[in-house]
């Protein structure tokens, strides 16, 4: 805003909103034809007739007339006030309550949402999952919950459709997280309630992987409450809706992720032939796209896979996953923690208490540490196996 239009008051409600808005009549003509294009409107306005609009004069400095109803409507809806009103004075509008004026500068804030917005948005995603797998839900649960509050209330009151579309798709991974999370502290109900609200808020994404990633989180949840039957079941739905419209990296996840219920369901062969469909589809080098973050490479891969060995009882489980601790990236504690339970696990089998012990030491430590109900839980019942020392 100009010097010279710090001194004067606006002529009408659309001045001062544009004023507001801190853009120059350009920017906002160029911001209006980028929003008719986007929402399908037929109106347009240029420079000059924003310019006109927002003085109230036309040609001469004669009074305006009411615009045509294409351009009435699409102003009507970028600031969601009726046109009557937008070229009104704004000393002649009636007071707002707290309400009304909240609920604007929701619609203003969410309007300046642009590709470096969105950037940083996601780039404090990505620094939150680094805070999650190094410390744990205890400390970073807060956080995302904080987040999701803050995405929902912008992408609520976004009306541009390519920016509403990329919010879904960040509130979605958002909510798939806190389902993660809430699983991890123990609070299974509140976890599949996360997930739902991701999946629903996933399906204005334009990416079907989305809706896919948080609804293959649900069949985990169903795991922890015994019933691997439906989780697994679950998994194949998700496999067959999704196989064609997804690319690899995402097919091989969801199929990794089907391994693990098919053994939490004791269906061995199946397992292995999810989890090896998995390694034929993963890439050599799998690159993060627009796509759902996922924690999939050759490392993760392993030791999902031995996670489900110990599962079936298999011996081979204690040489798959003592390779995948050795490559593990120490940065992913909350995997490390799981990864020497199920080794923990793989040992009690073969009757290797001492063994088993090593790794219930550490992976107590850990659980401790980033305060995982999930992994305390899962080790309560492998002590009663082993026994104390």
């Not at 007739?49 to 351009?71: E, F, I, M, N, Y």
């Not at 309550?97 to 917005?117: N, P």
């Not at 061995?268 to 796209?289: I, K, N, T, W, Y």
């Not at 999902?304 to 009882?313: D, I, P, S, T």
Request: hydrophobic content about 40%; proline content about 4%; some cysteine.
């Amino acid at each position: 805003m100009s010097d010279e239009t710090q001194s004067r008051r606006p002529h009408t409600l659309l001045e001062q909103l544009i004023w507001e808005r801190r853009e120059t009549f350009a920017d906002f003509a160029e911001f209006a034809t980028r929003f008719a294009r986007d929402c399908g409107e037929p109106g347009t306005l240029s420079v000059r007739h924003v310019k006109r609009l927002a003085s109230g004069k036309g040609d001469g400095g004669k009074p305006l007339g009411r615009p045509q109803q294409p351009t009435a409507r699409l102003l009507e809806r970028i600031f969601g006030v009726g046109i009557d009103d937008l070229l009104a004075p704004p000393q002649t509008l009636p007071v707002q309550s707290d309400e009304d004026a909240e609920f604007r500068a929701l619609l203003r804030a969410s309007g300046r949402i642009d590709g470096s917005v969105l950037q940083l948005l996601r780039d404090q995603l990505t620094m939150t999952r680094r805070l999650d797998r190094q410390l744990g839900a205890v400390l970073a649960h807060d956080e995302v919950v904080t987040k999701i509050g803050q995405v929902g209330r912008l992408m609520g009151h976004s009306v541009m459709p390519s920016t509403r579309e990329e919010l879904a798709a960040l509130l979605s991974e958002l909510r798939t997280l806190a389902g993660w999370q809430a699983l991890d502290l123990g609070h299974v109900a509140q976890s599949w309630r996360y997930y739902e609200d991701g999946k629903m808020v996933a399906r204005e994404s334009t990416n079907p992987a989305f809706e896919a990633h948080t609804s293959a989180g649900q069949a985990f949840v169903l795991v922890d409450f015994g019933e691997t039957a439906s989780a697994a079941e679950l998994m194949a739905s998700i496999r067959r809706r999704v196989d064609r419209k997804t690319d690899r990296p995402v097919r091989a996840w969801l199929a990794a992720a089907h391994g693990e219920t098919l053994a939490a369901d004791g269906q061995r062969s199946a397992s292995l032939r999810a989890f090896d469909h998995a390694a034929a589809l993963l890439p050599d080098d799998v690159g993060q796209d627009d796509g759902p973050y996922l924690a999939l490479d050759s490392v993760h891969l392993a030791r999902w896979r031995g996670h489900a060995l110990a599962r079936v009882g298999e011996p081979e489980a204690i040489d798959v996953l003592t390779d995948a601790l050795v490559r593990l990236d120490p940065t992913f504690v909350r995997a490390e923690t799981a990864l020497r339970v199920d080794l923990a696990t793989a040992f009690a089998e073969i009757r290797e208490r001492d063994q088993a012990h090593v790794h219930i030491g550490r992976a107590r430590t850990l659980a401790a540490d980033i305060g995982s109900a999930r992994q305390n839980r899962r080790l309560e019942a492998l002590m009663t196996r082993v026994g104390s020392r």
